[in-house]
């Protein structure tokens, strides 16, 4: 008997994509066959995920009926509201625990699917390495949600010696990426296939499938004879655009419920100009509140953070529209030559006009960037406190996790283990001070540029 094994990565809240797969899983999907998601199904940037922490965008995938889920690394964005999503859905990690490396309640290592008298053994893996192999890429802002990854090759090795006997084929659901992935294959001749995601590559062999970032449903076939189960052919398949009633009537009633959520208004003491290319007063603004904040020498930021200008009406609807990037507050040190570097580079038109496309980032373009008000320009170089910057000197900044990455600004670039950040995202310290009247005051006496 042949069975199928339909497979989802990245998906990052493409609800139109889901409601392909949807569509098709109807008209195609037998009842021997499975589906599985690698991961980073959820984007907190979606209105439906921001409003309730991800439980309606889990009900919608649910409409899917997927077998098993693993944890991608933007799940983690749900924060603590993530474990209580454990209990409901079918999400299985390996290497996931709590902070204190004890496992997580309602979150298993693995899964058993049975087919007729035969048995398939599925793993899950959250990242732990990023994409250069370094360990720990990710636990710096898994703490913040009170949890904590495990190298993930220990982990496998323990649960394929607990899981020995029990089943027919071994397939690993992975959000690692294939940099990852394909290391495993080499070490684990004990699973037959990956299920992968992360990467956002597109990948189709005979042990590997992984559909870009939610631009295929992979599918993995299997024969299921009397002698055990046997690989017969991997497909990614571009599905058509097509439409449900059933699935577009849930999905209306979240989009309102989250609507009813998210468009509270919120009181705002003044609106602020947004200008991605140009000084402008929500820029300003934006840094002016976290170096008030976190007490760094001075704080910097890319204008791409923000999309377009903070007007009234406020509500958590405009403020994550305005604000769309996963991106925290990052606080760390680095040489005046290097804010030096990254300024001069923030005149250069072609360059602040690209796309930003980076980890974390949800706008449109890169941006120049814009300093606390304790920054002046002068003569082409930057005055801190009304002292010159000084090349060798260090400062202290406060930034987001992009611009710490090198994103866009190579300069400003440090590794992870010398920072800190803080468990808000960047939209957050705007709304804790939108009724700031001496920031708003301050800001708007100011001459624009």
């Not at 007729?116 to 703490?143: A, R």
């Not at 100009?273 to 904040?293: P, T």
């Not at 300069?411 to 705007?430: G, P, Q, T, W």
Request: glycine content about 6%.
């Amino acid at each position: 008997m042949q069975i199928k094994i339909f497979h989802t990565n990245d998906i990052h809240s493409q609800f139109s994509f889901l409601e392909n797969v949807f569509v098709y899983l109807q008209k195609h999907r037998t009842k021997n066959d499975f589906y599985l998601d690698a991961g980073d199904y959820t984007d907190i940037s979606h209105k439906i995920v921001s409003a309730d922490h991800g439980q309606m965008a889990l009900e919608l995938l649910s409409l899917c009926q997927p077998n098993v889920l693993t944890v991608g690394n933007n799940e983690a964005d749900l924060g603590v509201h993530l474990k209580d999503l454990f209990k409901k859905f079918p999400y299985i990690s390996a290497n996931l625990s709590d902070e204190l490396n004890q496992p997580l309640p309602h979150l298993p290592s693995s899964k058993l699917l049975k087919v007729l008298d035969k048995t398939i053994l599925v793993i899950g893996l959250t990242p732990y390495y990023n994409e250069h192999l370094k360990e720990n890429g990710y636990n710096n802002f898994m703490v913040m949600a009170h949890l904590k990854i495990q190298e993930p090759f220990a982990c496998l090795r323990r649960v394929l010696d607990e899981r020995k006997g029990q089943y027919d084929y071994c397939l690993l659901l992975s959000h690692s990426g294939y940099f990852v992935d394909e290391k495993i294959l080499e070490n684990f001749k004990e699973i037959d296939f990956i299920l992968g995601g992360h990467s956002h590559q597109k990948i189709c062999s005979n042990r590997y499938l992984q559909g870009g970032k939610g631009e295929f449903l992979d599918v993995l076939t299997l024969d299921v004879l009397e002698d055990g189960i046997h690989f017969l052919k991997s497909e990614q398949l571009v599905l058509a655009d097509e439409r449900s009633s059933s699935f577009d009537k849930q999905m209306n009633i979240y989009l309102n419920k989250a609507d009813a959520i998210l468009e509270k208004e919120m009181e705002v003491y003044d609106e602020l100009i947004f200008d991605a290319f140009h000084s402008c007063e929500l820029m300003r603004f934006l840094c002016d509140a976290l170096w008030k904040d976190y007490g760094q020498d001075l704080a910097v930021m890319h204008h791409g953070i923000a999309n377009h200008s903070l007007l009234r009406p406020v509500s958590q609807k405009s403020l994550l529209e305005t604000f769309p990037s996963k991106l925290n507050p990052t606080m760390y040190e680095i040489k005046g030559k290097e804010i030096l570097e990254a300024y001069y580079l923030s005149k250069v038109e072609d360059h602040i006009r690209q796309s930003g496309k980076g980890p974390g980032f949800r706008g449109n373009v890169l941006g120049t960037l814009s300093f606390s008000t304790n920054v002046e320009e002068k003569e082409n170089c930057l005055f801190v406190n009304g002292e010159k910057i000084l090349e060798e000197r260090v400062y202290s900044i406060v930034t987001d996790d992009y611009l710490q990455r090198g994103t866009g600004y190579p300069s400003l670039k440090v590794a992870d283990e010398i920072c800190h950040y803080d468990n808000r995202f960047i939209r957050d310290v705007m709304e804790h001070h939108l009724m700031d009247k001496d920031l708003f005051c301050h800001i708007k006496n100011l001459k624009v540029h």
